[in-house]
T-cell receptor, first 110, second 114 residues
Framework: QKEVEQDPGPLSVPEGAIVSLNCTYS??????FMWYRQYSRKGPELLMY????GNKEDGRFTAQVDKSSKYISLFIRDSQPSDSATYLC??????????FGAGTRLTVKP | GAVVSQHPSWVICKSGTSVKIECRSL??????MFWYRQFPKQSLMLMAT?????????EQGVEKDKFLINHASLTLSTLTVTSAHPEDSSFYIC??????????FGPGTRLTVL
C-alpha cells in the first residue's frame, strides 16, 4: 500500500463549479499537509500548508485535514479556467521529508 | 501508477565530497525524469529535466557542472552533487513522467553536508 493515495483523474468541471480534491494516507505520523499546483511542464508551486487537523482557507481555496480518517481535501470555489492544472497533495511527519500523491489533473471548461 | 524509488533515502557527507543519488522507475520505462530540490515550507524547485540517452536540460541558475545528471537507461537517472557544501544540504526529489503527463514522485533523498 502506498503511503499517499490520490486519484489521478482526470477531472473536468464547468467554470464556476466547486471542485473537491482528496487524498488518503496510511502513516499516522504525518503532521504537515500540503497542496501543490503544477502547470504543465513546470515545477509544483505550494498552494496550501496545514499543520495537524482542521481547516484553512485562502481566497477561493480551502484545505481540510481529518487525521482520524487519514483524509485530506482541497476545495476550490468558483473555479476558473486558469485553475486547470495538476494538483498534488503532499505530507510529512517532520516538515521536511515529504511524500507526494500522484496528482489529480483538473480541467475547468469555460 | 508508476513506482519510483530513490537511493539513498538519506546521506551525510563531508564538505568537498561528491554524492550520487539514484532515481529508479521500477515498473515503467521513463524516457523523462525530473530532479527537484525542496526547501522547508517552500515550493519544489525544478533543477533539471533528464532525458534518456541525451544531455539533461538545466533550469536557469542551476549549475550543470555541480549537479551532474546521467540518464543512461529507461529506468535509472542519477544526480551527482559534486564538491558538496553545507548550502547544498536539502531534500532532493525525482519524478518520472508517465502516461498522460502524470508525474510520479520518488520518496526523496535527504542530503546533509557537514
Amino acid at each position: 500500500q502506498k503511503e499517499v493515495e490520490q486519484d489521478p483523474g482526470p477531472l473536468s468541471v464547468p467554470e464556476g463549479a466547486i471542485v473537491s480534491l482528496n487524498c488518503t494516507y496510511s502513516n499516522s505520523a504525518f503532521q504537515y499537509f500540503m497542496w501543490y499546483r503544477q502547470y504543465s511542464r513546470k515545477g509544483p508551486e505550494l498552494l496550501m500548508y496545514t499543520y495537524s487537523s482542521g481547516n484553512k482557507e485562502d481566497g477561493r481555496f480551502t484545505a481540510q485535514v481529518d487525521k482520524s480518517s487519514k483524509y485530506i481535501s482541497l476545495f476550490i470555489r468558483d473555479s476558473q479556467p486558469s485553475d486547470s492544472a495538476t494538483y498534488l497533495c503532499a505530507m510529512s511527519y517532520n516538515n521536511n521529508d515529504m511524500r507526494f500523491g500522484a496528482g489529480t489533473r483538473l480541467t475547468v471548461k469555460p | 501508477g508508476a513506482v519510483v524509488s530513490q537511493h539513498p533515502s538519506w546521506v551525510i557527507c563531508k564538505s568537498g565530497t561528491s554524492v550520487k543519488i539514484e532515481c529508479r522507475s521500477l515498473d515503467f520505462q521513463a524516457t523523462t525524469m525530473f530532479w527537484y530540490r525542496q526547501f522547508p515550507k517552500q515550493s519544489l524547485m525544478l533543477m533539471a529535466t533528464s532525458n534518456e540517452g541525451s544531455k539533461a536540460t538545466y533550469e536557469q541558475g542551476v549549475e550543470k557542472d555541480k549537479f551532474l545528471i546521467n540518464h543512461a537507461s529507461l529506468t535509472l537517472s542519477t544526480l551527482t552533487v559534486t564538491s558538496a557544501h553545507p548550502e547544498d544540504s536539502s531534500f532532493y526529489i525525482c519524478s518520472t513522467l508517465g502516461a498522460g503527463d502524470t508525474q510520479y514522485f520518488g520518496p526523496g533523498t535527504r542530503l546533509t553536508v557537514l
